[in-house]
């Protein structure tokens, strides 16, 4: 099965599902399923519910690369769906040099494992790169516990000149209460993105990026179970400008 559309087909029907069966399952359209099985890619933001439903893993419908079962249920809460794989981007520490050192080294694994500051667009890769070494002072100094961050990757330009594309930064799972202003990794509407986010009157939200060739965007309240916090961005490495 080369093809996207050959994959999700196969699956389709190795679970004895129709296309308006999987759509429902889903929470898509009929018409999103078919026009991915049809090799229009219609519709293919939606992969990650897709891939859900079909107890698969994401990266192996839109790739074929990898493994192919996932061990998230289906009926997964939103917690769970869109938090980061436990065994990925997880942080150690080291408390003297004698830490980095022959085998007594601890490192912050760092993956790109993607959030996007352009258009959305989902990436689903996830390959170890080279770790990057923390004092846990550093973590005392930022009020974080390693054991709840993770350290990522940006693609896009929407958050330059904070975050160029391929910068990495940093995300405590444990600040998901929004803070007005601050920087967070955030799915809306299934896609992983990086915005700095503003409380407006109303229970409103404002999605925005710092490149202001992207427009805000606004979420109102009957619209906010299609947000989802990851972390708030608790350090970035990269060469754009730090925001205090």
Known sequence: MRT?????????????????ALAKRAGVSQSTVANIESGRN??????????EALAIRVEWL????????????????PEERYRIPQDKGNVAVWGSE???????????????????????????????????PFNESFFKAIGARPKDCKLVCVRGDSME???FDRDVFMIDESKRALKDGKIYAVYFEDEPLVKQIFKKPG???????FNPSYPD???????????????ECVYRSGSGFATH
């Open 42 to 51: 219609q519709g293919s933001k939606h992969l990650v519910q897709i891939a």
């Open 4 to 20: 996207l559309a050959e994959r999700l087909k196969s699956c389709r029907e190795d679970a004895g599902l129709s296309q308006t």
């Open 217 to 231: 965007v606004e979420v109102g309240p009957e619209d906010m179970d299609s947000v989802h916090i990851v972390g």
């Open 161 to 163: 000149p904070f975050l």
């Open 98 to 132: 004698e830490d980095l050192r022959g085998d007594n080294r601890v490192w912050i694994d760092r993956y790109d494992y993607h959030f996007s500051a352009g258009e959305g667009l989902i990436q689903w890769e996830v390959r170890e790169k080279q770790a990057l």
């Open 203 to 209: 229970g409103r939200l404002v999605l925005h990026s």
């Open 62 to 77: 839109n790739s074929g690369k990898g493994p192919k079962s996932v061990e998230t249920p289906i009926e997964a809460s």
